[in-house]
Every structure is written in C-alpha cells, then in structure tokens.
C-alpha cells in the first residue's frame, strides 16, 4: 500500500480504504478461485495494481468518461482505475465466467457502483467507449479487430479517443503498421525494476459511424 501512496500521494481517504481492501479480498478469493499466481498475489501492489494505475500515469479520465476492460482476467486494469476515477464508469469484459466470478466478488466487497461486467467475447458487445483498456490480452492487430466500431465520436480529452494497452518488451514489429501509436516507458513513472520493460501504448482510433 505505500507503493500506492508512493505514486499517488492525493488519494482521499475512501480511495485509500479500496486499495487497502483490495489485497484482502483477491487473497480470500483467490484461494477459491485462482485467478493471479502465488508469486503476484504476494506482489499484488507492485504487479497488478500500480502496474494498472500506469494508465492513469500516462493520462487521466475525465469524469463522465466510459472506460471498457478487455479481457479483465482478474480484474486489471479495471478495477484498479475505476477507484481512482469513481466518476467514470467501467465495464469489465472476459469470456472466462470463473474469473468474472471473482471481479464481481471484488466490485462488491469494494462497493464499487461504476463497475460492471460482462460475461462475452468483445466482439459481442454493442456500445462505444471514450477508451479500450487492456493488459496485453493478444497482440495489437487482433485487439484492433476485436474492438471495431466500438469507439466513441465525442473527443472529451486532449489524447484521442482510442486503446491504452499495457504491453511489455520490444513492440517495434507489433506496431510497425500503427505509425500513430505512442509508446510511454512505465520507468519514466516508475522506479521499481519490474516496469523496466513496461508500457503503455496509446493508440488512437477513428470513430466509424
């Protein structure tokens, strides 16, 4: 948790509670259900949660805005993001029902309200979003098919509607087609050893109508 307050020193009290809470809960669910490793759950903080707040790091929501996590998995980088923007709203998508099972044990022990999930594939879902989160779930051509026409129209932030995608190692061959994409280095945010070879790449997408 001082990892936490380390990056993000104004957190308010209720936002501090949720991050405290956090590790309890994926403890206690995750001995039911195994959703993150042995290893990170002892590292939760440093693996999941700050590396999913890279994000935020990168860029903030503004309130209002609608946030889609693809491929969720446990629940980053959603849940994560979604206390430190209580005024956005977020939905969590995965196909794997058991892992959902978890994120909706952790958005209800939190009483997070701008939560909620979807059990599909994302190409299923019918609705458009201000910005497509994920943590490298397939490589970028793929994840730019899967969310076809699911951007919004309405630019409310200086960054482009469009993915914030956590990826690690070189992505010169992955985006080489993507000449608009940014790529921003987690150590320029970071200290900690393990964001050495992390990243957030922003990728804008034009709205289709």
């Given at each position: 948790?001082?990892?936490?307050?380390?990056?993000?020193?104004?957190?308010?009290?209720?936002?501090?509670?949720?991050?405290?809470?956090?590790?309890?809960?994926?403890?206690?669910?995750?001995?039911?259900?195994?959703?993150v490793?042995?290893?990170?759950?002892?590292?939760?903080?440093?693996?999941?949660?700050?590396?999913?707040?890279?994000?935020?790091?990168?860029?903030?929501?503004?309130?209002?805005s609608?946030?889609?996590?693809?491929?969720?998995?446990?629940?980053?980088?959603?849940?994560?993001?979604?206390?430190?923007?209580?005024?956005?709203?977020?939905?969590?998508?995965?196909?794997?029902?058991?892992?959902?099972?978890?994120?909706?044990?952790?958005v209800?022990?939190?009483?997070?309200?701008?939560?909620?999930?979807?059990?599909?594939?994302?190409?299923?879902?019918?609705?458009?979003?201000?910005?497509?989160?994920?943590?490298?779930?397939?490589?970028?051509?793929?994840?730019?098919?899967?969310?076809?026409?699911?951007?919004?129209?309405?630019?409310?932030?200086?960054?482009?509607?469009?993915?914030?995608?956590?990826?690690g190692?070189?992505?010169?061959?992955?985006?080489?087609?993507?000449?608009?994409?940014?790529?921003?280095?987690?150590?320029?945010?970071?200290?900690?050893?393990?964001?050495?070879?992390?990243?957030?790449?922003?990728?804008?997408?034009?709205?289709?109508?």
């Amino acid at each position: 948790m001082e990892l936490i307050l380390k990056y993000f020193p104004n957190l308010t009290e209720d936002q501090i509670n949720k991050f405290k809470l956090l590790e309890t809960l994926y403890q206690d669910w995750n001995l039911k259900i195994n959703v993150v490793s042995r290893k990170d759950i002892d590292e939760l903080y440093l693996r999941h949660v700050l590396h999913s707040l890279g994000i935020a790091k990168v860029m903030q929501f503004k309130d209002g805005s609608k946030i889609m996590d693809v491929g969720t998995g446990g629940g980053f980088p959603g849940i994560p993001l979604a206390i430190l923007y209580p005024e956005c709203s977020f939905h969590l998508v995965d196909s794997i029902a058991k892992k959902l099972k978890v994120v909706n044990e952790v958005v209800d022990g939190l009483g997070l309200t701008n939560v909620k999930t979807t059990h599909t594939r994302v190409e299923e879902i019918d609705d458009t979003y201000d910005f497509i989160v994920s943590r490298a779930v397939a490589a970028m051509p793929t994840f730019v098919h899967w969310i076809k026409g699911k951007i919004a129209k309405e630019q409310r932030h200086d960054f482009k509607n469009g993915i914030l995608y956590l990826k690690g190692g070189d992505l010169a061959e992955e985006l080489k087609d993507y000449k608009t994409a940014t790529i921003y280095n987690l150590t320029d945010y970071y200290t900690e050893d393990f964001f050495e070879t992390k990243k957030v790449v922003h990728l804008p997408i034009k709205y289709k109508g």
